[in-house]
T-cell receptor, first 112, second 107 residues
Framework: NAGVTQTPKFQVLKTGQSMTLQCAQDMNHNSMYWYRQDPGMGLRLIYYSASEGTTDKGEVPNGYNVSRLNKREFSLRLESAAPSQTSVYFC???????????FGQGTRLTVV | KQEVTQIPAALSVPEGENLVLNCSFTDSAIYNLQWFRQDPGKGLTSLLLIQSSQREQTSGRLNASLDKSSGRSTLYIAASQPGDSATYLCGGNDMRFGAGTRLTVKP
């Protein structure tokens, strides 16, 4: 049982480059989430998708876009990476917040 | 908007000590609360999920309580071990999290 899988695990980008972080869950959860985690800042919600076909902004959405490709997959896109987006990114899923939430292992992104 | 606060930010205890981690939240409409553990460089691992109707959940040496009226949850760790060293985070059903408590258990 894989749970929540994130790819890639590590990435280095140059300022201005674009990339997409992938997330897939195999628990048939309706809700999926993207966070960034910075030292001393805790987990900050970037975007979430309450169900397939819907997406909503979280606390820090600027500079990011998301796509809920299907029930399993939720991707996060950086169109023009900036050094301020250097962070560890986590994807999570749950059943509309009613059940136990599961997290991926994270993507460590460095923008130089 | 839900705000979650965890105190203390860091805690260091000797092995064998019992300890309590605190989590405060502002929205009493919360209907569940979850405690997670995060090891350095890793993702979050679920420890306990407390439904508002339950008030308490236990797993091994861990016991978590939830008091909606006061906006507080506590995680009690009995007979702490060096392997318990990690950052502990709490979050509600809206998936907003505190910054965590970094626990160090010294042998």
């Amino acid at each position: 049982n894989a749970g929540v899988t994130q790819t890639p695990k590590f990435q280095v980008l140059k300022t201005g480059q674009s990339m997409t972080l992938q997330c897939a869950q195999d628990m048939n959860h309706n809700s999926m989430y993207w966070y960034r985690q910075d030292p001393g800042m805790g987990l900050r919600l970037i975007y979430y998708s309450a169900s397939e076909g819907t997406t909503d902004k979280g606390e820090v959405p600027n500079g990011y876009n998301v796509s809920r490709l299907n029930k399993r997959e939720f991707s996060l896109r950086l169109e023009s990476a900036a050094p301020s987006q250097t962070s560890v990114y986590f994807c999570a899923s749950s059943e509309r917040g009613l059940t136990e939430a599961f997290f991926g292992q994270g993507t460590r992104l460095t923008v130089v | 908007k839900q705000e979650v606060t965890q105190i203390p930010a860091a805690l260091s205890v000797p092995e064998g000590e019992n300890l309590v981690l605190n989590c405060s939240f502002t929205d009493s409409a919360i209907y569940n609360l979850q405690w997670f553990r995060q090891d350095p460089g890793k993702g979050l691992t679920s420890l306990l999920l407390i439904q508002s109707s339950q008030r308490e959940q236990t797993s091994g040496r861990l016991n978590a309580s939830l008091d909606k009226s006061s906006g507080r949850s506590t995680l009690y760790i009995a007979a702490s071990q060096p392997g318990d060293s990690a950052t502990y985070l709490c979050g509600g059903n809206d998936m907003r999290f505190g910054a965590g408590t970094r626990l160090t258990v010294k042998p």
